[in-house]
């Protein structure tokens, strides 16, 4: 019964380096959401998952940013060449279905990186 | 593109007492989705109250309801008898309901402080 859970809660990098940031949605929910949260900002979406394929990935800040989806269920946000500008939590969501009623996300605690 | 904008950066209730937050979007489509999520100091995003676009019933939960004005593009969130755990960053969300399109569109957020 347990919800969202993302890794690590808090990553601390340097400027250059990669960083992968790991989200585990609840058992059974189709699709699968990231976000970015700035400072004083909202949310600001990255990336969806379907299933295993990301039909949208405009949300993408840059092409250092790649995410990918593995039997369904676990995903991973990787930052390549980290910029102190990345510095940000990241949220994953994920939903029992990605159309309809059954579309409420369910959120993870973050990740919160920083880039020094 | 769709916009989402709160305008209130922080509000502040008395306890028990009753607060408005607001919401404005813009978009030209008909048929969407509207959330309030509300993020404690945890960080955990948890959905408070949602609304269809085609409902013209205002939706309510519990202490919660909403004040949709759909040719306003209004999304207004009442809290009643407001508690010291109501504390939070709250967020209004825009979605489509147009198959395909999927992406989650946030405000920046208010931050809601109950005094006791």
């Known amino acids: 019964g347990a919800g969202v859970s993302q890794s690590p809660s808090n990553k601390v990098t340097e400027k250059g380096k990669d960083v992968e940031l790991r989200c585990d949605p609840i058992?059974?929910?189709?699709?699968l959401y990231w976000y970015r949260q700035s400072l004083g900002q909202g949310l600001e979406f990255l990336i969806y998952f379907q299933g295993n394929s990301a039909p949208d990935k405009s949300g993408l800040p840059s092409d250092r940013f790649s995410a990918e989806r593995t039997g369904g269920s676990v995903s991973t946000l990787t930052i390549q060449r980290t910029q102190q500008e990345d510095s940000a939590v990241y949220l994953c969501?994920?939903?029992?279905?990605?159309?309809?009623?059954?579309?409420?996300?369910?959120f993870g605690p973050g990740t919160r990186l920083t880039v020094l | 593109a769709q916009t989402v904008t709160q305008s209130q950066p922080e509000m502040s209730v008395q306890e028990a007492e009753t607060v408005t937050l607001s919401c404005t979007y813009d978009t030209s489509e008909s048929d969407y989705y509207l959330f309030w999520y509300k993020q404690p100091p945890s960080r955990q995003m948890i959905l408070v109250i949602r609304q269809e676009a085609y409902k013209q019933q205002n939706a309510t939960e519990n202490r919660f309801s909403v004040n949709f004005q759909k040719a306003a593009k209004s999304f207004s969130l009442k809290i009643s008898d407001s508690q010291l755990g109501d504390a939070a960053m709250y967020f209004c969300a825009y979605r489509s309901a147009i198959s395909g399109t999927y992406k989650y569109i946030f405000g920046t957020g208010t931050r809601l402080k109950v005094l006791a």
């Open positions: 969501a994920s939903s029992l279905r990605i159309s309809g009623a059954y579309n409420e996300q369910f």
């Open positions: 058992s059974g929910h189709t699709a």
